[in-house]
């Protein structure tokens, strides 16, 4: 008898092998379609946006500085930050366009640094007469 059960333990064995490889599947399956192919889709988009700049966009990078490009290059762009204040910047460090020459900033971020302004520019437009 003890024959038998040896007999049929590698055949056994071989299904066991089989199960066990399709969780492994799943796994990357719900891997691709949860993280994988958004952020492919997400990395796309933002190279399609980088293709579109063009002279006289405004952008913000990922650094925080927001800007309007005044030249353009393959690698790098030119921007205007404020009045004859110019930075140069890689294009891969733009994380998107904001609207027009008057588009709306995100609250907290008031270039002017008035008296409302609560952030440091605030403070240091007070510092220096702003």
Do not use: C, N, W
């Not at 192919?37 to 913000?60: A, E, F, T, Y």
């Amino acid at each position: 008898m003890a024959d038998i059960a040896y007999a049929q333990t590698p055949g056994a064995g071989g299904a066991g092998g089989f199960s066990m490889l399709v969780p492994l599947l799943l796994m990357f399956a719900v891997f691709y379609f949860l993280l994988i192919r958004p952020q492919q889709k997400k990395q796309r988009l933002h190279q399609d946006m980088l293709r579109s700049l063009k002279l006289g966009d405004r952008v913000i990078t990922s650094g925080g500085l927001i800007g309007t490009i005044v030249e353009g290059g393959d690698k790098a762009v030119k921007l205007e930050i404020a009045d004859r204040v110019r930075v140069e910047v890689g294009r891969s460090f733009i994380t998107g366009k904001l609207g027009g020459k008057d588009a709306a900033l995100p609250a907290g971020d008031d270039q002017a640094g008035g008296s409302g302004s609560t952030g440091i520019g605030g403070f240091l437009g007070k510092l220096f007469g702003r």
